[in-house]
């Protein structure tokens, strides 16, 4: 009986920590060489936005938290990859019949999207910062 209960209860938590995990991917290219205390630059981060939260209506966005660790003066490129395409989204761009846009911090990357029939189910973005 307590192999039983034992057993639904493993299940049981393995399947709650999986449906309580996050939906977004990040991925960073492995380190090359002996530095592990050093930064090289050009870093690259290959994202992906599945959820997004609605700030008023019509205008939606997503935040990336404590991806980066870049000092000032590197500079950053958000790009949108579409159908092969890589689009740079620091600015403006049009998007779905609205806009689209990012912004970033030392640490964080945000997506804007001001559209207002629905958001996309998913965003592939990448962020260089060189």
Not at 29 to 45: D, E, K, R
Not at 69 to 83: C, D, F, M, P, R
Request: charged residues 10%; proline residues 5%.
């Amino acid at each position: 009986m307590k192999l039983i209960f034992n057993l639904v209860l493993l299940v049981t938590i393995i399947c709650l920590s999986t449906i309580s995990c996050s939906k977004e991917q990040v991925s960073a290219p492995a380190s090359v060489g002996n530095n592990t205390n050093s930064q090289s630059f050009p870093q690259t981060l290959y994202l992906t936005v599945n959820s997004w939260q609605q700030d008023q209506p019509g205008l939606y966005s997503h935040t990336f938290y404590n991806i980066m660790s870049i000092t000032t003066g590197h500079l950053v490129i958000v790009y949108l990859l579409n159908a092969g395409q890589e689009i740079p989204i620091n600015q403006f761009i049009p998007f779905m019949g609205g806009q689209l846009w990012a912004t970033y911090s030392t640490t964080d990357v945000r997506i804007f999207l001001r559209n207002n029939t629905r958001s996309p189910s998913f965003l592939n973005i990448k962020v260089v910062s060189e």
